[in-house]
């Protein structure tokens, strides 16, 4: 095995969520900053629609709306983050409610090449970016379960909700005949939301959304950096000059955070004791592989001690242009029990390199929290 592969490298993940006719902008801004490799996924965004009711009907009228849009996601090294993510928030227009959200993640990368970057050398904490947050991945098993979940959290207010679709393998793929009653298909629905409320709001969301059923899906929580949310939840008519998204963004700036938002109290006391949350124990490992190769990679990290995993398509875009037409690309999220950590990375390491895919990676990091419907 290469041995650089196998010495790990601390990056930050950087995750922009645009509208896609944004695609292009954001594609040029990483590729002058000279980032090496760029990820890209196909995603949703989804937003409370309001309406006045059609008629003299009183009140108004709640629906939601789709947005279509693309996660992309690079890694840089940790110095360098700062600039990367000044010029997405400028190019993006990031801190206008409406155009999108982003977050960074410290990780330790394991890959045959580190990551390439020429920052445009801005100081830390010029993009305005608020610290305090966390983000929620949820992984639903049920057709249009991301939806009922999306807006679940937009009624709690909780954030704004991207929606992306995977494949799941794991205890459907042990089950031989009977796993014909398991649909494969996963709904994977990641949430921003202020950490001083992360615990409160997991809570409401694993009963609200029904996760606490079996067969529901899961949740986990890792932590952010830094970031910026899209406070835009709702669409419709502004009556005044300035929306209350756009006062709530004003306040962030002031502020510096999102603490002064902290609205779930009373939840705290009894989140733990509700729950089958395990803290500190669990983390979360994410790799990118060649197109049709994640089945075996997720074979052996299963024989490692993994339970299962979701995978997803994506696209992978060069600097400067060289693959300018993408290259096909899965990637693979686990979360799995820190006893088995060294096991499962050993295993799809031992993948990458029997790939020969330089530009495989597997990437780690702690998981905050997690829930998982027990018996």
Not at 62 to 90: C, H, I, K, N, Y
Request: one cysteine or more; proline letters at 4%; a neutral charge.
């Amino acid at each position: 095995m290469d041995k650089q592969m196998t010495v790990p490298r601390p990056v930050s993940r950087i995750t922009c969520a645009v509208h896609r006719a944004m695609g292009d902008a954001i594609t040029e801004t990483l590729q002058a900053a000279g980032a090496d490799a760029i990820m890209v996924e196909s995603a949703r965004g989804v937003r409370q629609r309001v309406r006045a009711r059609r008629g003299l009907l009183p009140g108004v009228k709640t629906d939601f709306d789709d947005a279509p849009m693309l996660q992309f996601r690079v890694s840089v090294p940790r110095a360098e983050s700062a600039g990367v993510v000044a010029s997405l928030v400028e190019v993006a227009q990031l801190r206008i409610p409406g155009h999108g959200l982003l977050y960074v993640q410290d990780v330790d990368q394991y890959s045959a090449e580190g990551p390439a970057i020429a920052s445009p050398g801005v100081r830390e904490g010029e993009a305005g970016t608020l610290r305090d947050m966390a983000l929620l991945t949820c992984i639903l098993s049920s057709a249009g379960a991301g939806d009922a979940f999306a807006r679940v959290a937009l009624s709690l207010g909780a954030g704004f909700p991207v929606i992306s679709n995977g494949m799941g393998t794991g205890i459907r793929d042990q089950l031989g005949l009977l796993r014909i009653a398991i649909a494969p298909e996963k709904e994977i629905v990641r949430l921003m939301v202020p950490a001083q409320d992360a615990a409160s709001i997991r809570l409401l969301l694993i009963e609200d959304g029904r996760l606490n059923r079996s067969g529901a899906g899961f949740l986990y929580q890792t932590p952010i950096r830094e970031g910026l949310f899209d406070p835009l939840l709702r669409i419709g008519r502004q009556q005044h000059a300035a929306s209350m998204e756009q006062v709530i963004a004003a306040i962030d700036d002031l502020k510096g955070s999102t603490s002064w938002r902290k609205r779930f109290v009373s939840f705290e006391e009894r989140t733990e004791n509700l729950v089958q949350l395990t803290n500190g124990r669990y983390h979360e490992m994410y790799f990118s592989c060649r197109d049709g190769a994640a089945a075996t990679w997720i074979r052996a990290a299963m024989e490692a001690g993994a339970v299962g995993a979701t995978t997803a398509q994506a696209r992978r875009i060069l600097a400067g242009g060289a693959d300018s037409g993408g290259a096909a690309r899965e990637i693979g999220i686990l979360c799995v029990p820190g006893v088995v950590v060294g096991p499962v990375l050993d295993a799809l390491l031992e993948k990458a390199h029997a790939d020969d895919d330089p530009c495989a990676c597997v990437q780690v990091q702690n998981v905050s929290a997690v829930f998982a419907h027990q018996r």
